[in-house]
């Protein structure tokens, strides 16, 4: 991509709402664009962004047995009625009428939608387990949407629902999301930690919060610093094998770890002081199982081995892909601007051309630029006739993991600088050198 044909509004000043710094780099960087309250167009650098993270997100979800599907935002109030739900939500869900005076509503999640579909076909135990799940748009009218992306109205949501046979069945599900999150942040550039959560009125120990541990998080929280050191499954786990998916949940849930509403002081005391961990952190995925919360209100229930029938047991995955872009920016900055970690880096190379016009730097631009695109790398040619120290200062604004700076003294010896963002580090590549190293 040529700088000059795309659209990067960038910001010079500080924009006064933003109170965090992942808000003010998004606006900054030319990412997002608010349009009301809680509510933001992703620009082309955002989306790009975005993108990226919900790959990370479907490729780790389709590997550990999730299928996608895609269900409406708009949905009727009479599904939510059945669970009971239409009443008890509350303020955060927006109710609408459509033209025949019909309730509807945006859907703030979607358990009694994908309860509604598997009623409908599945009625066997053979047919278990399965999980769906769909990235979609949600709406919740939050009291206080603030922090950009972070904490707004309308978001973008990964939510998956397991359903089977039993509470075996169900936890095994539960544990393979367990292991797919792990792996889904940590690819990410992100430490998250699966905490305690609370369970509420369905009880039990199977829910947890995603945390990633920051000053701004809107969460309180406590672990043992052992879980920043604890080894993240490879990508040849066997979600097949419950015993391995069981193990690896065993060691992620044994060092102490609690929200604010789970924390439980006599436990703490325990954790030897040097590894306490009293922290910010943002929430940035949540499991659950809530059993037959649904499945019976709703009527889904299948034929077991033994001839009868069954409610299925229940489980829904949450993942926020927006929230997640403002996390990574929270986690991963410095005073210049964003560090973008190579895996959702909206482009892999930035490529500045110090002196447009000037006929060996444009050819060497152009050639260079050539063989990025033919490598297969995105690259993000600045050829505008901005100041150097401007390009620069662009450059380390929207993170990009590596800058190939290209200038009239390195054309005439046959060499350009390369700069890594997240270091600093400048060397001095020859020419051909950095074109081998490329393909
Ligand atoms: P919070 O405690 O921050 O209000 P939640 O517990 O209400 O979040 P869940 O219902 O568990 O959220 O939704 C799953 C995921 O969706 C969350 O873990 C988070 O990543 C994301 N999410 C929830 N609310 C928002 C929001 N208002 N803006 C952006 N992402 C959100
Ligand atoms: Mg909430
Ligand atoms: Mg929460
Ligand atoms: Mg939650």
Not at 43 to 50: E, F, T
Not at 181 to 209: C, K, N, V
Not at 297 to 324: C, E, N, Q, W
């Amino acid at each position: 991509m040529r700088l000059s044909r795309y659209f990067l509004p960038i910001l010079k000043e500080n924009p006064r709402e933003a109170e965090i710094v992942s808000h003010r780099l998004m606006l900054r960087a030319g990412m997002i664009r608010q349009q009301a309250a809680g509510s933001f167009s992703w620009l082309p650098l955002g989306k790009k962004v975005l993108d990226k993270v919900c790959k990370i997100i479907r490729e780790e979800q389709n590997r550990a047995g999730a299928l996608e599907i895609l269900m409406p935002t708009i949905q009727s109030a009479d599904l939510w009625r059945e669970s009971g739900r239409y009443d008890d939500y509350g303020k955060e869900m927006l109710r609408i009428k459509d033209r025949h005076e019909r309730d509807m509503l945006f859907g703030p999640t979607n358990e009694e939608m994908v309860t509604e579909i598997f009623r409908s076909y599945v009625r066997s135990y053979k047919d278990l387990p399965l999980n769906l799940y769909h990235i979609q748009w949600k709406f919740r009218d939050e009291v206080r949407p603030r922090f950009g992306v972070m904490r707004s109205r309308e978001f973008l949501m990964k939510d998956a629902y397991t359903f089977d046979i039993d509470f075996e069945g169900a936890r095994a599900a539960y544990n393979r999301m367990f292991v797919s999150y792990l792996r889904t942040f940590t690819r990410m550039g992100l430490q998250a930690i699966p905490m305690r959560a609370d369970t509420g009125p369905i009880g039990g120990d199977l829910s947890h919060e995603f945390i990633i541990l920051a000053e701004t998080g809107e969460s309180q929280v406590f672990c043992d610093r052992d879980y920043l050191s604890l080894p993240v499954p490879g990508e040849n786990t066997d979600f097949t094998n419950d015993a391995e998916i069981d193990g690896i949940v065993k060691e992620w849930t044994t060092p102490y770890a609690a929200t604010d509403e789970m924390h439980d002081e006599a436990a703490w005391t325990k954790v030897p002081e040097t590894h306490k961990l009293s922290a910010r952190g943002i929430e940035v995925g949540h499991i659950f199982h809530f059993g037959e919360k649904y499945s019976k209100p709703m009527g889904a229930k299948v034929t077991g081995p033994d001839g009868k029938d069954h409610f299925v047991s229940g489980g829904s995955y949450g993942i926020g892909p927006s929230r997640l872009v403002a996390a990574i920016i929270e986690a991963s900055h410095d005073d210049n601007g964003i560090i973008w970690p190579e895996a959702v880096a909206p482009f892999d190379v930035g490529l500045i051309n110090m002196k447009p016009g000037d006929a060996g730097c444009d050819a060497l631009c152009e050639k260079l630029y050539a063989a990025y695109e033919k490598a297969g790398k995105d690259v993000l040619y600045d050829d505008t006739d901005q100041r150097p120290g401007a390009k620069f200062a662009t450059a380390d604004l929207i993170g990009l993991p590596w800058q190939v700076i290209v200038g009239p003294r390195g054309v005439g010896d046959g060499t350009v600088e390369v700069k890594n963002r997240r270091t600093g580090e400048r060397d001095v590549r020859k020419v051909e050198d950095l074109l081998a190293s490329v393909e």
